[in-house]
């Protein structure tokens, strides 16, 4: 049961930067390469954003890297459940738009408290969010919230051979909800659901690249 899981955790500071991973396919390298535009208006950030993820290790699955990356996966847990409730809440949402808005924050909310009673005393804090017009303008959340989802199913693919066997198990029961989300989302957005036979994974330093360009992380 995922609900079960629990990770003995020790000092996993000294991990080294970088993994190995294939080649993200053209419209991931557009996503990573630019700043992430919604609303028309194009954000971006300072960089602050690098130093909040791990630099998650190669070595063998363990442990004490399942508790790093389970603590990667919290930080991107922490922004969309934030995200999908100030839009839920906040924004000039409505019809499909809203019950999509209202249905995935409350999954994003059982996903970190999830990751959270996985990790015990050791999960980090959630960071001070800004979202801007991202959450309170239709177009702008729709183009974030694909953006957003499009992002979590491929970081958290991208982690999997990291994992040892029982917390990819419980990974995989999220990630399988994030893809219908993303799938959700992209059929609102009038996207194709599909657009690829297969998904490819993204490493934490593409992830990061990603997220930090929202700006929507602060460091105080």
Not at 166 to 192: M, P
Request: aromatic share 6%.
């Amino acid at each position: 049961m995922m609900d079960d899981l629990r990770i003995d955790l020790i000092d996993s500071a000294a991990s080294t930067p970088g993994e190995p991973a294939p080649q993200p396919r053209d419209t991931r390298r557009q996503f990573l390469g630019q700043t992430l535009a919604v609303g028309g208006a194009t954000i971006f950030a300072g960089g602050v954003f690098v130093a909040a993820l791990p630099r998650l290790a190669v070595s063998a699955p363990s442990p004490a890297q399942d508790a790093e990356i389970l603590n990667f996966a919290l930080l991107l847990e922490y922004i969309e459940s934030a995200f999908f409730t100030e839009a839920s809440v906040k924004g000039n949402l409505s019809g499909e738009l809203l019950e999509f808005a209202d249905v995935v924050r409350g999954h994003e909310r059982a996903h970190v408290a999830f990751l959270r009673g996985a990790l015990g005393n050791k999960a980090r804090k959630q960071p001070k969010l800004e979202f801007g017009d991202a959450t309170r303008e239709p177009g702008a959340f729709t183009a974030a919230a694909v953006a957003l989802e499009d992002l979590a199913v491929s970081a958290y693919n991208g982690q999997a051979g990291n994992l040892t066997k029982g917390t990819l198990e419980a990974a995989a029961k999220i990630v399988s909800v994030e893809a219908r989300h993303a799938g959700w989302i992209r059929a609102i957005a009038g996207k194709n659901p599909a657009p690829a036979a297969t998904e490819e994974p993204l490493t934490a330093k593409q992830v990061t690249a990603a997220v930090a360009k929202t700006g929507w992380v602060k460091t105080s």
